[in-house]
């Protein structure tokens, strides 16, 4: 994947499903380069979002890289669905499967890139046995199931850490950050070291969609280590 870092991707939970399509056009008129989609089974977390079929939706309309966060129990069973769907990347929770190393295979088995997702709460270093595996690390800056809430202070060490432990091993894994990421702080969150920037409410909230998605992209590059 040839990307400038650090990347917005504006999470379509927070959109208005009924302009979905009009929406997305918005995204690529802000020059985003990756859309976030967030799959809730009601069961991981306790919310229900869209399945495959939307995915598919979305792809109809762009050609920008499908980000896809899945936080559904035993997501083993709907890999081949998504990738059918025309996800690029597909992200699992550490929290959600009995073989996460097994599950990540099949990812990349299905030719999609394979990424995993910790909770607040989850100690990093149980993810540290895969990570040799791991296209992109997402470390949640909320408990997952909703858009809107407020960014935990405690992720900005999390994020440090995982950067940390990148340079350290020689790994190759983008860091991405999921929840509450907006104007006020999306610098910071660059600067601790996150390559991706999840945004939903701070992208489709806003009056002007391509205008927010350049200002945070803006913020985040005029943040992060490699433009300083
Ligand atoms: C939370 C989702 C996020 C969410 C982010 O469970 O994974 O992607 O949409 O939304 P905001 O940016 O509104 O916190
Ligand atoms: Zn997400």
């Known amino acids: 994947m040839d990307i400038q870092l650090p990347v917005l991707a504006p999470s379509i939970l927070a959109s208005d499903y009924s302009k979905l399509g009009e929406q997305i056009k918005e995204c690529e008129q802000g020059d985003a380069k990756w859309i976030h989609c967030d799959i809730m089974d009601g069961h991981f977390v306790p919310n229900i979002s869209f399945g495959p079929d939307i995915v598919k939706a979305v792809g109809r309309v762009t050609d920008l890289f499908l980000d896809v966060h899945l936080m559904i129990e035993n997501p083993e069973r709907y890999i081949e669905h998504f990738v059918d769907a025309g996800a690029d990347q597909i992200t699992v929770h550490y929290e959600a499967c009995t073989h996460l190393h097994r599950t990540l295979q099949l990812i990349k088995q299905h030719g999609a890139l394979a990424g995993v997702a910790v909770n607040p709460a989850t100690s990093l270093q149980n993810i540290e046995p895969i990570l040799d595996l791991v296209d992109l690390v997402l470390v949640m800056s909320v408990n997952p199931g909703f858009g809107g809430q407020d960014f935990i202070p405690k992720t900005y060490e999390r994020l440090e850490e ?56 803006k913020k985040a590059k005029a943040g992060s280590k490699e433009w300083v």
């Not at 340079?167 to 104007?183: A, R, T």
């Not at 006020?184 to 660059?190: E, H, L, P, Q, R």
């Open 162 to 217: 995982m950067a940390a432990l990148r340079s350290s091993e020689n790994y190759n894994y983008l860091i991405s950050v999921d929840g509450g990421v907006n104007l006020d702080n999306i610098d910071k969150v660059s600067r601790a070291g996150a390559d991706v920037l999840v945004a939903g409410s701070a992208v489709f909230k806003a009056k002007n969609i391509p205008g927010r998605i350049k200002e945070l992209q």
